[in-house]
């Protein structure tokens, strides 16, 4: 496997359910994103992770709840999600040094459907 | 709050004619732009980066920054029908000590016609 994974690439779930997305960076990248793409509305950051760490999150609901387990994996586990958080998820990663931001990298996406 | 705006097209030019995608953003504290390319259905990929002012070349593709005008630009040559996509613009800004942010605009979308 090459640069980034992510799996599954779809998912239907109902509003009860409790699912997880998964990602894996094979770069050797030092931090990890989730991302909420959702149609006609740029890319909304989620989560970032740096050196496993979680250091942002921007204001998304708790039904969405973020897993670093070690530099190369990130998780997403979702529970009683709403119809509305139907949307493309992708994750990204990035080589950071501590200047300015760098090139972040995509998965493929998990596309989302919330029955 | 920083913004980062593009119009959203779309932007229809003929195969083999110029195809010039604009971006403006909102901090001039900003230090790396990046243009990303996104197929329907796909995930963005990385076209370019640029980091100071003038252009970058990289084959069909010349990326222009202006941060006075705090304005970033992609021009693409010779287009492609392959090219028919929608073009997001990023602006890349420190997030915290040890990691960087990007904020993206809606896209631009282009479709190139035989």
């Known amino acids: 496997e090459t640069g980034v994974t992510q799996t599954p690439r779809h998912l239907v779930m109902g509003m009860t359910n409790k699912k997880s997305l998964k990602c894996e960076q094979h770069l050797g990248h030092n931090a990890m994103y989730w991302y909420k793409q959702s149609a006609k509305k740029p890319l909304e950051l989620m989560f970032v992770y740096s050196l496993e760490e979680r250091v942002e999150n921007n204001s998304v609901p708790s039904r969405f709840s973020p897993e670093c387990p070690n530099s190369s994996h990130l998780f997403l586990h979702l529970h009683t999600l709403q119809p509305e958080d139907s949307a493309l998820y992708l994750c990204?990663?990035?080589?950071?040094?501590?200047?300015?931001?760098?090139?972040?990298?995509f998965g493929p996406g998990t596309r989302l459907l919330v029955l | 709050q920083k913004e980062v705006e593009q119009n959203s097209g779309p932007l229809s030019v003929p195969e083999g004619a110029i195809a010039s995608l604009n971006c403006t953003y909102s901090d001039r504290g900003s230090q790396s732009f990046f243009w990303y390319r996104q197929y329907s259905g796909k995930s963005p990929e990385l076209i370019m980066f640029i980091y100071s002012n003038g252009d970058k070349e990289d084959g069909r593709f010349t990326a222009q920054l202006n941060k006075a005008s705090q304005y970033v630009s992609l021009l693409i040559r010779d287009s492609q029908p392959s090219d028919s996509a929608t073009y997001l613009c990023?602006?890349?800004?420190?997030?915290?000590?040890?990691?960087?942010?990007?904020?993206f605009g809606q896209g631009t979308i282009l479709t190139v016609h035989p």
């Open positions: 990023a602006v890349g800004w420190r997030g915290g000590t040890s990691y960087g942010k990007l904020t």
């Open positions: 990204a990663s990035s080589q950071d040094g501590g200047g300015r931001a760098e090139t972040q990298y």
